[in-house]
T-cell receptor, first 113, second 115 residues
Framework: SQQGEEDPQALSIQEGENATMNCSYK?????LQWYRQNSGRGLVHLIL?????REKHSGRLRVTLDTSKKSSSLLITASRAADTASYFC?????????????FGKGTLLTVNP | NAGVMQNPRHLVRRRGQEARLRCSPM?????VYWYRQLPEEGLKFMVY????????ESGMPKERFSAEFPKEGPSILRIQQVVRGDSAAYFC?????????????FGSGTRLTVV
C-alpha cells in the first residue's frame, strides 16, 4: 500500500496568501516529515512531527498530525514567491525500519507575485 | 560544512553502459541512504549503508544494481548495463547515528538519462 499521499497535486496562490497541503498515509508511523524540493534540486527537510505530537511550528510553517485519521497537514502562512516548490510528506513505519521513508508524489505549490 | 555532495549532477549513458553515482556524506555522518525519483513520482528507498556495510538493500533491484560505502571515500551506486527505465534522479542522504528522529540531509541528486 502507498504511504504518504499528498493532496492537492497542484496548488496556485497569490503572494501573501496561506497555502495548505494535506498528506494521508495507511499504516502506523513513528514520525512524519515534510520536505521541499525546488525544481531540479534536492530535498530540503522542513519539519518532523512525532506520532505523539499533534501540532508543530517552525517559522511560517505549521504542521498538524491526526493519527486517528492517519493524516497530516502543512500550512505555509504569508506565502512568498520563493516558496514555489514541490512539497512532500514522508513517513516511516511503526514497528518497521524507521530509517526507511516512504514519500508521496508531492504537491506542486506555485506562489504568484 | 559542504553538506551532502553528489556527482555528477547529470549523467548520460547509452543503453548497456555502466553508470557510477557518487555520494560524499556530510562531515561526521556515517550513514548513507540512496533514493530514486522517477518522473512525476515521490522518492523510493533503495539502500541504506554504513561504513563498509550494507544494512538494508531491500529497495534495490536484485540485478544490475549495487552499492558500497568503503572505509575511505564516497558511497558509490553502480548500475550495470543501464536500460531506459533506469532514467531517473538518484538522491543520496546522510545522517549521524540515530538520526531517524531528526530528518535527513539530502544531496542535490544525480540525474541519469539513458539514451
Amino acid at each position: 500500500s502507498q504511504q504518504g499521499e499528498e493532496d492537492p497535486q497542484a496548488l496556485s496562490i497569490q503572494e501573501g496568501e496561506n497555502a495548505t497541503m494535506n498528506c494521508s498515509y495507511k499504516t502506523s508511523i513513528n514520525n512524519l516529515q515534510w520536505y521541499r524540493q525546488n525544481s531540479g534540486r534536492g530535498l530540503v527537510h522542513l519539519i518532523l512531527i512525532r506520532s505523539n505530537e499533534r501540532e508543530k511550528h517552525s517559522g511560517r510553517l505549521r504542521v498538524t498530525l491526526d493519527t486517528s485519521k492517519k493524516s497530516s497537514s502543512l500550512l505555509i502562512t504569508a506565502s512568498r514567491a520563493a516558496d514555489t516548490a514541490s512539497y512532500f510528506c514522508a513517513t516511516d513505519s511503526a514497528g518497521g525500519s524507521n530509517y526507511k521513508l516512504t514519500f508521496g508524489k508531492g504537491t506542486l505549490l506555485t506562489v504568484n507575485p | 560544512n559542504a553538506g551532502v555532495m553528489q556527482n555528477p549532477r547529470h549523467l548520460v549513458r547509452r543503453r548497456g553502459q555502466e553508470a557510477r553515482l557518487r555520494c560524499s556524506p556530510m562531515k561526521g555522518h556515517s550513514h548513507v541512504y540512496w533514493y530514486r525519483q522517477l518522473p512525476e513520482e515521490g522518492l523510493k528507498f533503495m539502500v541504506y549503508l554504513q561504513k563498509e556495510n550494507i544494512i538494508d538493500e531491500s529497495g534495490m533491484p536484485k540485478e544490475r544494481f549495487s552499492a558500497e560505502f568503503p572505509k575511505e571515500g564516497p558511497s558509490i551506486l553502480r548500475i550495470q548495463q543501464v536500460v531506459r527505465g533506469d532514467s531517473a534522479a538518484y538522491f543520496c542522504a546522510s545522517s549521524p547515528a540515530g538520526a531517524a528522529n531528526y530528518g535527513y540531509t539530502f544531496g542535490s541528486g544525480t540525474r541519469l538519462t539513458v539514451v
